[in-house]
Nanobody, 113 residues
Framework: QVQLVESGGGLVQPGGSLRLSCAASGFTFRDYMMMWYRRGPGTEREFVARITSTGLTRSYADSVKGRFTISRDNAKSTVYLQMNNLKPEDTAVYYC??????WGQGTQVTVSS
């Protein structure tokens, strides 16, 4: 069965960095686009970034463009989200998803001084 397991969240000060990972299993990872979403306190889940199966095309929400980088390692069946210059408004639970059908359990990111 499809499994997505996020890790790498935590508490970080404004301006800091975190790298999230999402380990995938149960399907041929290299065949699928992957995405990151997030849900902040009291907000709807929102799109953060996506990467095509080959990794050649990436796109981002305007709110994170220039600060976040999505990448993938098809040999490890893992997708990453490098988050730099974090802001308090980036506080959220971050989820990876395949096609918005399969979701991980999420990893909490808290940006606070």
């Amino acid at each position: 069965q499809v499994q997505l397991v996020e890790s790498g969240g935590g508490l970080v000060q404004p301006g800091g960095s975190l790298r999230l990972s999402c380990a995938a299993s149960g399907f041929t990872f290299r065949d699928y686009m992957m995405m990151w979403y997030r849900r902040g306190p009291g907000t709807e889940r929102e799109f953060v970034a996506r990467i095509t199966s080959t990794g050649l095309t990436r796109s981002y929400a305007d709110s994170v463009k220039g600060r976040f980088t999505i990448s993938r390692d098809n040999a490890k069946s893992t997708v990453y989200l490098q988050m730099n210059n974090l802001k308090p408004e980036d506080t959220a639970v971050y989820y990876c998803t395949r096609g918005q059908v399969y979701w991980g359990q999420g990893t909490q990111v808290t940006v606070s001084s």
